[in-house]
């Protein structure tokens, strides 16, 4: 049965360090729809009408999708699953362009954070949010990442342990001295002031940050410190995240050898599960595109010579 093989399906992609929760549930739902139907094997046709019962695009695309791969899968094995090979669900998604903040405007973020009003049942919620939107900053961790660390992922000598996050990895961060030693001071603090909550950065019930409430308090920050005004689309958190990255390629220059070097590491450092993940980064800012339009010219000069 089709759903013995979708269990089976999930089972060996997750030991690749793939979640799949949704898709978990993408794939039962869809062969109890092909039992219904009599079915034995996946036919493009009934796909497209269980997929089709969705009641967004997105989540159309994204269901179809699942199939698409479940089938490839199965019709290795036995050639009478069809496996469908365009997706007429398909949803173009484009990135939102980051905003890459300047050094002083990170550093106006950090000022706006150390003034947010003080909160009676939270006392250390300035420290809080300077520490983190800093840590970010520093690092490039995911917001996710950060909120779910705790006091035992801060080991000796200034390294951070990140555990099973978004591809299910684990990684460990190095930080850098001027981070070690304000994370020093927010322990300090965070000891004197915060309950008995094992996280690093514990909500008023200790238990771990909301994730919109921390993107809230972050545009409310960016709000007073005047970052972008004009700019329709506010600045994210996770641009801090892009801020970093980008900064660290700016340094690679154009060597060829020096670049490689990079990607490798900055995309172990991020915890990207494709290094062509990592490659957006070029086209971030106009000091990496003059970087590569100047690496281009002088190879072609080269070979015109």
């Known amino acids: 049965m089709l759903s013995d093989d979708a269990e089976r399906y999930i089972a060996l992609r997750r030991t690749l360090g793939y979640k799949l929760r949704q898709a978990a549930r993408h794939l039962q739902s869809f062969a109890r729809f092909v039992a ?47 496996a469908p090979t365009v997706n007429p669900f398909a949803v173009r998604v484009t990135r939102p362009v980051p905003y890459i903040y300047t050094p002083d405007e990170v550093a106006r973020i950090l000022d706006a954070a150390g003034k947010l009003r003080q909160q009676k049942p939270n006392p250390l919620r300035r420290q809080i949010y300077v520490m983190l939107f800093g840590l970010i900053a520093a690092t490039g961790l995911r917001v996710s990442e950060a909120l779910a660390l705790r006091l035992e992922d801060v080991l000796p000598s200034g390294v951070l342990h990140i555990r099973e996050t978004k591809f299910g990895k684990s990684r460990l961060v190095p930080l ?20 008995t909550s094992s996280l690093l950065f514990p909500s008023t019930r ?37 801020t970093f990255a980008t900064r660290v390629l700016e340094q690679c220059g154009t060597e ?50």
């Not at 970052?227 to 506010?234: L, V």
């Open 36 to 82: 219904d139907r009599g079915e034995t094997h996946i036919r493009a046709a009934t796909a497209i009408a269980w997929a089709a019962m969705a009641p967004t695009p997105a989540t159309r695309d994204r269901r179809f999708a699942d199939v698409m791969l479940f089938a490839r899968f199965l019709h290795a094995e036995d050639a009478a699953h069809e």
């Open 176 to 195: 850098h001295e001027s981070v070690v030693k304000a994370l020093d001071r927010y322990l300090d603090a965070r000891r004197r002031l915060a309950g």
């Open 206 to 242: 200790q238990k771990e940050l909301i994730s919109s409430t921390v993107n809230y308090t972050f545009r409310c920050v960016v709000r007073r410190a005047s970052i972008a005004p004009h700019r329709r689309r506010m600045p994210r958190i996770h641009d801090l995240r892009h």
């Open 256 to 305: 060829r050898g020096a670049v490689a070097r990079h990607f490798v590491a900055l995309s172990t450092y991020l915890g990207h599960g494709d290094i062509r993940d990592t490659y957006w980064y070029l086209q971030a800012t106009p000091e990496l595109m003059a970087g590569i339009a100047a690496a281009a010219e002088a190879l072609v000069g080269r070979a015109i010579q």
